[in-house]
């Protein structure tokens, strides 16, 4: 009988085990599909100011005044969302920007300038700290400026944070862990579609690491883009943890960056 009562008692236990592991993954799936919804909506939101500015400009692409006008506005009415916004005329020189020091720039040989033209499509360059962006770094969004007749005028050109990105991610997960029966830290990271960390909620990133690179089993997973979690053990920590993934997939006619957003906690923090 005791040894009979050990053993339910142990199936009981693995049982329990499982299901907090699967509910806590389960809610930790969503926090990283609600993240990777949220950033999709966002960025597709850029893309949509930067069409209407290249639109609006185009009847005054050379009125300076109305130009950094309309930039400062942008700025101040989407705070923080916008590093910084520019206008550049056909040789590439910055004619208006909301940061001073940038205008009479010459950027006729930056990539987004030179695929703008040369396409006369929108051109969005992933996570980097592109040129005159002091050293922040920043997803860039890129549109010709174009007349009536298809007439190239110039480009309008805009940065946005990283940092303010990660603020949406932050406000998500800290909403989860108010969430009644559910304790411990929860970490979380974004990946670019290389696999490259560009936000990690514990370590500043002085270096640039790859987690596909690496192996990391929720990186991988996360290409195919279907969210889900999984076990696995943390690469700094050497610890058993619950990870949740999510890939971002674009909105609207904005196809995406390919990110992913990782959120895990400690399997021993579940149990």
Request: no cysteine; net charge negative.
């Given at each position: 009988?005791?040894?009979?009562?050990?053993?339910?008692?142990?199936?009981?236990?693995?049982?329990?085990?499982?299901?907090?592991?699967?509910?806590?993954?389960?809610?930790?799936?969503?926090?990283?599909?609600?993240?990777?919804?949220?950033?999709?909506?966002?960025?597709?939101?850029?893309?949509?100011?930067?069409?209407?500015?290249?639109?609006?400009?185009?009847?005054?692409?050379?009125?300076?005044?109305?130009?950094?006008?309309?930039?400062?506005?942008?700025?101040?009415?989407?705070?923080?969302?916008?590093?910084?916004?520019?206008?550049?005329?056909?040789?590439?020189?910055?004619?208006?920007?909301?940061?001073?020091?940038?205008?009479?720039?010459?950027?006729?040989?930056?990539?987004?300038?030179?695929?703008?033209?040369?396409?006369?499509?929108?051109?969005?360059?992933?996570?980097?700290?592109?040129?005159?962006?002091?050293?922040?770094?920043?997803?860039?969004?890129?549109?010709?400026?174009?007349?009536?007749?298809?007439?190239?005028?110039?480009?309008?050109?805009?940065?946005?944070?990283?940092?303010?990105?990660?603020?949406?991610?932050?406000?998500?997960?800290?909403?989860?862990?108010?969430?009644?029966?559910?304790?411990?830290?929860?970490?979380?990271?974004?990946?670019?579609?290389?696999?490259?960390?560009?936000?990690?909620?514990?370590?500043?990133?002085?270096?640039?690491?790859?987690?596909?690179?690496?192996?990391?089993?929720?990186?991988?997973?996360?290409?195919?883009?279907?969210p889900g979690y999984v076990i696995e053990e943390h690469l700094r920590r050497h610890v058993?943890?619950?990870?949740?993934?999510?890939?971002?997939?674009?909105?609207?006619?904005?196809?995406?960056?390919?990110?992913?957003?990782?959120?895990?906690?400690?399997?021993?923090?579940?149990?």
């Open positions: 009988v005791t040894i009979l009562a050990l053993g339910i008692g142990a199936v009981l236990l693995r049982y329990v085990e499982r299901r907090l592991v699967w509910a806590s993954g389960e809610q930790l799936t969503l926090a990283a599909a609600e993240v990777s919804d949220k950033l999709d909506r966002l960025l597709f939101e850029r893309y949509g100011d930067v069409h209407m500015m290249a639109r609006a400009f185009a009847l005054r692409s050379s009125d300076r005044a109305y130009l950094e006008s309309y930039l400062a506005w942008m700025k101040t009415a989407y705070a923080p969302m916008y590093h910084w916004l520019g206008v550049t005329n056909q040789q590439g020189v910055m004619i208006a920007a909301t940061e001073s020091a940038l205008i009479g720039q010459d950027y006729s040989r930056s990539t987004w300038f030179r695929g703008a033209r040369e396409t006369r499509l929108v051109v969005v360059e992933d996570v980097a700290s592109h040129e005159a962006d002091q050293g922040i770094v920043t997803v860039a969004f890129t549109v010709p400026i174009l007349d009536t007749e298809g007439t190239f005028l110039g480009v309008v050109t805009t940065r946005v944070a990283v940092p303010v990105l990660e603020a949406v991610t932050t406000r998500t997960i800290r909403s989860l862990q108010r969430r009644e029966g559910f304790g411990g830290a929860i970490e979380y990271q974004i990946l670019a579609k290389s696999g490259e960390v560009f936000v990690d909620s514990n370590v500043p990133l002085r270096e640039k690491f790859n987690l596909l690179e690496l192996g990391l089993p929720s990186a991988k997973l996360s290409q195919a883009g279907e058993q943890v619950v990870t949740g993934y999510a890939a971002t997939k674009g909105y609207g006619e904005f196809p995406g960056l390919g990110w992913t957003v990782l959120v895990r906690i400690d399997r021993d923090a579940i149990l």
